[in-house]
């Protein structure tokens, strides 16, 4: 198992670009998430997915848009990007009746 | 207030000292993982914990269910357990999907 994988690890953004930070899972877990971590700030929740299908807002998500079409994928896009949005992003999943955590490698991103 | 807070925030130690850090928490859960983030690098579950205690090789993990509280020690301390340390929990009830995080504690071991 390749685990939660994303893409890509680095990029750099000019401030109004949009893009997507790709994030899949091989375990078929239900619940997926989103976190953008900040010196200071620890890691917070941007948006989060129980299903196929269903996505609900974390603490932080203006800014990003999720879907989810299969339990696999949960892609983050940034639908204009600004320099606050400069951060570390990672994706974590679980399955249903657990909460072990399996976490991606993150994504860095820098807007300028 | 946060409702996830550790101590201390930063921590010095030297090689083969006993380390402590605490977490306390002010919410009811489902869960609380002891996670461990090397410089630039991802996040890795160390521990799961719904009471009592957990061990793994060097590492121990106590949950106080009553107290709100949890502790990760690490035994006989060595340069590469230099790192942040971040607990976070599952809420219980209608928000135990969703994790809430500590701040971290940066932990630096010196030979």
């Known amino acids: 198992n390749a685990g939660v994988t994303q893409t890509p690890k680095f990029q750099v953004l000019k401030t109004g670009q949009s893009m997507t930070l790709q994030c899949a899972q091989d375990?078929?877990?239900?619940?997926m998430s989103w976190y953008r971590q900040d010196p200071g700030m620890g890691l917070r929740l941007i948006h989060y997915s129980v299903g196929a299908g269903i996505t609900d807002q974390g603490e932080v998500p203006n800014g990003y848009n999720v879907s989810r079409s299969t339990t696999e994928d949960f892609p983050l896009r940034l639908l204009s990007a600004a320099p606050s949005q400069t951060s570390v992003y990672f994706c974590a999943s679980y399955g249903t009746g657990t909460y072990e955590q399996y976490f991606g490698p993150g994504t860095r991103l820098t807007v300028t | 207030k946060n409702e996830v807070e550790q101590s201390p925030q930063n921590l010095t130690a030297q090689e083969g000292e006993f380390i402590t850090i605490n977490c306390s928490y002010s919410?009811?859960?489902?869960?609380l993982h002891w996670l461990q983030q090397h410089p630039g690098g991802g996040i890795v579950s160390l521990f799961m914990l719904s009471s009592g205690k957990k061990k793994h090789g060097r590492l121990i993990a106590t949950i106080n269910i009553q107290e709100k509280h949890s502790s990760l020690h690490i035994t006989a301390s060595h340069p590469r357990d230099s790192a942040v340390y971040i607990c976070?929990?599952?809420?219980?009830?209608?928000?135990?999907?969703?994790?809430?995080f500590g701040k971290g504690t940066l932990l630096t071991v010196n030979p």
């Open positions: 375990m078929n877990h239900e619940y």
């Open positions: 919410v009811g859960i489902s869960a």
């Open positions: 976070a929990v599952f809420g219980s009830g209608g928000s135990n999907y969703k994790l809430t």
